[in-house]
Antibody
């Protein structure tokens, strides 16, 4: 059974950094790409980033490019999102999701809340 | 382009059908069949309903169907049930600045 579990969220001051993790189980992690998607309180979904199954490519939303870094550790079956220079508008629930090769997301985690506030 | 365009809300009675539209451009929906639909009941994570315009993952009832015409994709839900009340989002691969883009979401109310 596929499971994705995010962690690392919390309250952080503007300008600081935070790293989110997404632990995967129930499937062969190294065969899949992954996305991060966020949802600000009361708002819609916003795509954040994707990493290829082999880590060879990464793409980012305009709103986070240059500040966020997506990465993976296949030995730990874990996906990461390093978030730097955080802003109030980065406040959201962050979901990790598995990619199914045509850029749709077939499994999602339960999300972790990041609050950027002084 | 900041988001694909969806109606903010739609409603229908049990047993009826509703259609949710998702309008993009030639940079996304119009030129690529990488359109997906997601269902998000309140307080839960999104769930995949439709991928590649009109394909259903196993376990998704055939009451849910997808289609596309030009730069507009559509999700049709037939035989509405109370449990269908949720927010619905479309997404598409895009060649415009970013890589993937979501619609603004549509709240479905079953009255």
């Amino acid at each position: 059974q596929v499971h994705l579990v995010e962690s690392g969220g919390g309250v952080v001051q503007p300008g600081r950094s935070l790293r989110l993790s997404c632990a995967a189980s129930g499937f062969s992690f190294s065969r899949f790409g992954f996305h991060w998607v966020r949802q600000a309180p009361g708002k819609g979904l916003e795509w954040v980033a994707i990493i290829w199954y082999d880590g060879s490519k990464e793409y980012y939303a305009d709103s986070v490019r240059g500040r966020f870094i997506i990465s993976r550790d296949d030995s730990k079956n874990t996906l990461y999102l390093e978030m730097n220079s955080l802003r109030a508008e980065d406040t959201a629930v962050y979901y990790c999701a598995r990619d199914r090769f045509t850029y749709h997301m077939d499994y999602w985690g339960q999300g972790t809340l990041v609050t950027v506030s002084s | 382009q900041s988001a694909l365009t969806q109606p903010p809300s739609v409603s229908g009675s049990p047993g009826q059908s509703v259609t949710i539209s998702c309008t993009g451009t030639s940079s996304d929906v119009g030129d690529y069949d990488r359109v997906s639909w997601y269902q998000q009941p309140p307080g839960t994570a999104p769930k995949l309903l439709i991928y590649e315009v009109n394909n259903r993952p196993s376990g998704v009832p055939d009451r849910f169907s997808g289609s596309k015409s030009g730069s507009t994709a559509s999700l049709t839900i037939s035989g509405l049930q109370a449990e269908d009340e949720a927010d619905y989002y479309c997404s598409s691969y895009t060649t415009s600045h970013t890589f993937l883009i979501f619609g603004g979401g549509t709240k479905l109310t079953v009255v």
